[in-house]
């Protein structure tokens, strides 16, 4: 029988990852069982304390075993440190080198949401693709640039690494897990009583972009501030740069180290963002948008629409439009 560890680390973090990975991991143990194969996971939550408490005391919970008593675990799972992720760094020093040992003794480690903070923080990151909450992901590259960090992913899987976007997403992921390690049949019973969308793939949908400001290139903030207040233009990069008298090839290597997006990603993610934005709350067709934030062919505004969302204007505005929602 394989062991499955769900960490509970030190501080007011993310409860309900912890309990829903437990859960779902119990049921598929019970499928199995039900199905005349035997229990594929013993299952333990484990600590360096003997007792967690999360949202302020409201609730809390006694990990079965403390870490130090875990020789050898087959699959750990880090739960969402919520946005208290600094803190939980802080306080849970052991449970990271725990992870880098358990790591090279042959365990594989699942994060969830910011649960990837702590996994960077042992090392076990670096040089791996990673996903994480895309509205933490400019923190995460800068305390952690080693990491090749993806804003749009939901799901990693690399070397016995498994990341995952934020919030309840993470059920995905559990899905995810469960095929991988029971089978497709496991998956999709599961899918299927805990209601969650199976072969899910993607956060895009879901991020809000906002730019990459924590930088100090005077040059970068210039040209970003000059993209977002100049959404219903074709910006020509090569104009821009000239126009802040920087070479082209030294812009794009500044832009994309303050950023980590190129400036016609970075053009393309705001303009974007602005048509999210309005067939969210307006009932303006797919080309009167299009043209207000600089494009005058559909097919082009098509393909970088999806390339970022996942889904076709069309497809977005139906999904997100109140008044066309209840109007279906």
């Known amino acids: 029988m394989k062991h499955l560890t769900i960490l509970v680390p030190n501080g007011d973090n993310n409860l309900s990852s912890i309990t829903g990975a437990y859960e779902i991991f119990t049921k598929a143990n019970a499928f199995n069982k039900a199905n005349g194969k035997k229990e594929l996971f013993t299952i333990q939550l484990a600590g360096t304390s003997e007792k967690i408490d999360f949202n302020g005391g409201l609730f809390s919970v006694k990990p079965h075993i403390n870490i130090s008593?875990?020789?050898?675990?087959?699959?750990?799972?880090?739960?969402?440190?919520?946005h208290n992720y600094n803190i939980a760094l802080e306080n849970n020093d052991l449970l990271v080198a725990w992870l880098k040992k358990q790591y090279h003794n042959g365990a594989e480690i699942a994060t969830i949401c910011t649960g990837a903070f702590?996994?960077?923080?042992?090392?076990?990151?670096?040089?791996?693709?990673?996903?994480?909450?895309?509205?933490?992901?400019?923190?995460?590259?800068?305390?952690?640039?080693?990491?090749?960090i993806q804003i749009d992913e939901l799901i990693t899987d690399e070397n016995g690494i498994y990341t995952n976007g934020g919030a309840y997403s993470f059920l995905n992921l559990m899905i995810y897990l469960i095929e991988k390690y029971f089978d497709r049949n496991t998956?999709?019973?599961?899918?299927?009583?805990?209601?969650?969308?199976?072969?899910?793939?993607?956060?895009?949908?879901?991020?809000?972009?906002?730019?990459?400001?924590?930088?100090?290139?005077?040059?970068?903030?210039?040209?970003?501030?000059?993209i977002e207040k100049n959404i219903d233009e074709k910006i020509s990069i090569e104009e821009l740069s000239s126009k802040l008298n920087v070479g082209r090839r030294n812009?794009?290597?500044?832009?994309?180290?303050?950023?980590?997006?190129?400036?016609?990603?970075?053009?393309?993610?705001?303009?974007?963002?602005?048509?999210?934005k309005a067939f969210e709350t307006n009932r303006k067709t797919i080309n009167e948008v299009m043209y207000e934030v600089g494009y005058a062919d559909v097919k082009s505004f098509r393909e970088i629409f999806k390339k970022f969302t996942g889904m076709s204007p069309l497809e977005y505005k139906r999904k997100y439009h109140k008044e066309l929602i209840f109007a279906e």
């Open 69 to 82: 008593e875990v020789a050898k675990t087959d699959l750990i799972i880090i739960p969402s440190l919520n």
């Open 118 to 148: 702590m996994l960077a923080a042992s090392g076990l990151l670096d040089g791996k693709r990673c996903s994480t909450h895309w509205s933490v992901t400019e923190n995460f590259r800068l305390m952690f640039p080693k990491v090749n």
């Open 187 to 226: 998956a999709i019973y599961c899918a299927k009583v805990f209601q969650i969308e199976i072969n899910r793939n993607t956060q895009s949908q879901f991020v809000i972009f906002a730019g990459q400001k924590k930088h100090e290139d005077e040059i970068v903030q210039q040209a970003q501030s000059y």
């Open 251 to 276: 812009f794009d290597r500044r832009f994309i180290k303050a950023t980590g997006n190129t400036p016609i990603e970075y053009s393309q993610r705001v303009k974007v963002e602005a048509a999210k």
